[in-house]
């Protein structure tokens, strides 16, 4: 075991596929000889050279079309989008092009391709670069969004993510990359791909949330605990498909629920969880399952990112009107 | 009023410069004459019948699908007629290594290429049986997106540099398709990684009723290649012998190392641009059509032929029947194909069905066993 950053976790999760299969390709920009600009790929070009780990040209589009291509020809692309406010320029490829590959072909062709993209806010980063835009990906038919929130799920995910035989979008929170370390084990391991985990165990409600917004959960629910309330929280790891077993039973427990996500309220996937939990556990409901999100605004301007981004205060309130209620 | 500055003037000699170097490659002339013996493809007899044979065939295939969509006996269609030259002799410069990512319209060069006629009608119906690709045959389903194929092809070609392959990756679109942003990135990247690809334009002057002097000012469609870095060729796109020399040798720089090519074919199409209530008169001369249909790939092709003691009117004949009955019994196995049903789309979605699936293909297995 190793003390690791997530963005640790992540470079040491293409080390063991680049290692383990030699169809794994990492490409990007500037992923090469500068390991990346978050150093997500730091030390992967010298270790196994220019031939499985390579820059690109400048542009979103064309390296989603090399990840189709590459595919076709029995590679297993693992290509990067610097940022993902930019995925805009490469829609047609993953949600045009990859996604449907299987399905088009009639399982002739499929797309073994993982696309990591850091976004996500805090950190004052310029416009279109921390955007969430998860649930435009999560409304996709043909693909998985993965988002991490530790550097343990981070490795198991992104491994099980790249072995996977259909595309897979991986998205890598900015202000997680290196905010905290964990014990994450040397070697493989994997954790499957459409399974939540209950990060904290509680009785009165359950809190269903991802990426950074799990953190902020956890720390409302310890907040929450000093006032006597038992809370659970669920980090959905993956957030299509949703994992819809673990949902059900953590309601049907506690009878209240709160979906918590950093995305404006009219994005993101909280409105399909409240959908799914209103489908399969209203009999459960002592009170509404309410949302915690973002104001439906364009992303802040850096400055105004404390006052716009959800935290832990906005997850106590709604907890409290949920428990209350 | 601007003074005419020096620069100015050498700017304008900069553009003429540049069309000068994109000059038309033919070979057969309009009356089936040889122009230009010094680029003549090294084809033998059998050769030159077999293309002949491929366009002929063909030709029957859009005048047949033409009439089977009119009996709403086909679905989506792109007429073809026209493009045989620039469509066939391009894929009969292939190998059948070689990988073929089509458009729309490029449903002919996947038939050559090995794609049972059978499945070309299922997938202008609408069935998933249509694009099954048979394994060996080295094509992708046409691509509705225009451009995208363009990006997939340099990591198609990229792939089988990275395996050492001797092959390369062809891809085909239109006039129109130039203007996409997905074509210049993808011989722009074709260019950077050095790759085997060959880019097709097949600019047949009209993107449905847009002419091409409205999607650029370019003289050329060719010189875009200077864009990317790559070497450019304009070819008379009604002589299969020119579109043959020209992908030829293209291929040969590919497959040794040296990247990739823009070939710009001058075609027409003399049908609409496709079956869905297109009207190109709307758009287009009779006097325009007329200039064309003098230029008719098969016409000149015949006559070269004929002049050799290669082709005659009984050879065409059997062609024509063959084609007309291999149309017949394909519409028939096209016919015989089972109905799609949903948990059949469901089942082609994912290797493993994520929950979601599982649970709608028990609703629809239920509903389908009623």
């Known amino acids: ?97 990859l996604a449907r590959m299987r399905y088009r072909s009639g399982g002739r062709y499929h797309s073994p391709v993982t696309i990591r993209s850091p976004f996500g806010g805090g950190v004052h980063t310029p416009d279109m670069h921390a955007d969430s835009l998860e649930g435009l990906m999560a409304q996709q038919p043909g693909l998985k969004v993965v988002i991490p929130s530790t550097p343990y799920d981070a490795k198991g995910l992104l491994i099980s993510s790249i072995r996977d035989n259909d595309p897979v979008i991986f998205l890598e929170h900015m202000k997680l990359y290196r905010s905290f370390r964990q014990e994450v084990p040397e070697g493989e391991y994997s954790i499957p791909l459409g399974k939540a985990d209950v990060k904290r165990e509680g009785t009165d409600l359950s809190i269903i949330t991802y990426g950074a917004m799990v953190h902020e959960s956890l720390k409302a629910a310890d907040e929450l605990a000093k006032e006597g309330y038992s809370v659970e929280v669920i980090d959905l790891r993956t957030i299509a498909p949703l994992d819809i077993e673990t949902i059900v039973a953590s309601v049907e427990k506690t009878g209240r629920a709160i979906v918590v996500q950093e995305a404006q309220k009219q994005a993101g996937i909280a409105a399909q969880v409240v959908a799914e939990i209103n489908d399969r556990a209203i009999l459960s409901l002592e009170a509404p399952v309410l949302r915690v999100a973002a104001p439906d605004t364009v992303f802040p301007f850096p400055q105004a990112e404390a006052v716009w981004l959800p935290n832990y205060k906005d997850v106590i309130e709604t907890s409290k009107k949920v428990l209350t209620f | 009023m601007a003074s005419k500055t020096k620069t100015q003037l050498n700017v304008m000699q900069q553009l003429k410069d540049i069309e000068e170097q994109f000059q038309t490659l033919q070979i057969l002339n309009e009356d089936g004459q040889v122009v230009n013996e010094a680029d003549m493809p090294d084809l033998s007899d059998e050769q030159l019948q077999e293309l002949m044979t491929r366009m002929v065939y063909t030709r029957i295939l859009d005048q047949r ?45 996947l038939v050559w290429h090995g794609l049972p ?53 062809i891809t085909y679109t239109g006039d129109g398709g130039t203007s996409q942003g997905d074509f210049y990135e993808g011989i722009n990247f074709a260019g950077a990684y050095k790759a085997p690809a060959i880019f097709i334009v097949q600019n047949n002057r009209f993107a449905i009723s847009t002419p091409v002097d409205k999607q650029s000012a370019a003289k050329t469609l060719a010189q875009k290649a200077v864009a990317a870095g790559i070497p450019g060729i304009q070819v008379d796109g009604m002589d299969p012998l020119a579109v043959y020399a020209a992908v030829h040798e293209a291929r040969e720089r590919a497959v040794n190392g040296e990247g990739p090519t823009l070939i710009e074919t001058l075609t027409y199409r003399y049908g609409p641009h496709t079956m869905a209530g297109d009207d190109p008169t709307r758009y287009r001369t009779a006097d325009l059509d007329n200039e064309w249909e003098k230029k008719d790939p098969l016409v000149r092709f015949r006559k070269f032929l004929e002049a050799k003691g290669l082709w005659n009117e009984e050879k065409e004949s059997a062609v024509i029947e063959k084609a007309k009955e291999d149309i017949k019994e394909a519409i028939k196995v096209a016919d015989a194909a089972p109905k799609q049903k949903v948990t059949d789309l469901m089942s082609i979605m994912y290797e493993e069905m994520p929950q979601n699936l599982k649970e709608q293909f028990e609703l629809y297995k239920a509903k389908e066993s009623k």
Do not use: C
Request: net charge negative; no cysteine.
């Open chain 2, 117 to 169: 006629l059978s499945q070309a009608f299922l997938w202008s119906r609408g069935h998933f049986e249509g694009m099954k690709i048979p394994e060996g045959v080295n094509v992708l389903h046409p691509q509705i997106i225009i451009g995208a194929q363009y990006v997939q092809t340099t990591g198609v070609a990229l792939g089988m540099k990275k395996r050492g392959a001797k092959s390369v990756a």
């Open chain 1, 1 to 97: 075991m190793a003390q690791m950053t997530m963005i640790q976790a992540i470079t040491d999760a293409l080390r063991t596929e680049l290692r383990n299969d030699p169809n794994v390709l990492v490409f990007g920009e500037d992923v090469g000889v500068n390991g990346g600009v978050f150093r997500a790929t730091e030390g992967l070009q010298k270790e196994f050279g220019e031939e499985r780990v390579f820059d690109t040209p400048l542009a979103e589009s064309g390296i989603g079309g090399l990840a189709v291509g590459l595919a076709l020809q029995g590679y297993r692309p693992v290509p990067e989008i610097q940022f993902f406010g930019f995925v805009f320029e490469v829609m047609d490829s993953i949600s045009g092009q």
């Open chain 2, 65 to 109: 699908s033409i009439s089977l969509n009119r009996q709403g006996r086909l679905g989506f269609y792109a007429p073809t007629a026209g493009q045989e030259a620039s469509q066939l002799a391009s894929q009969y410069a292939l190998e059948k290594e070689d990988f073929i990512l089509p458009g729309y319209r490029d449903v002919p060069q």
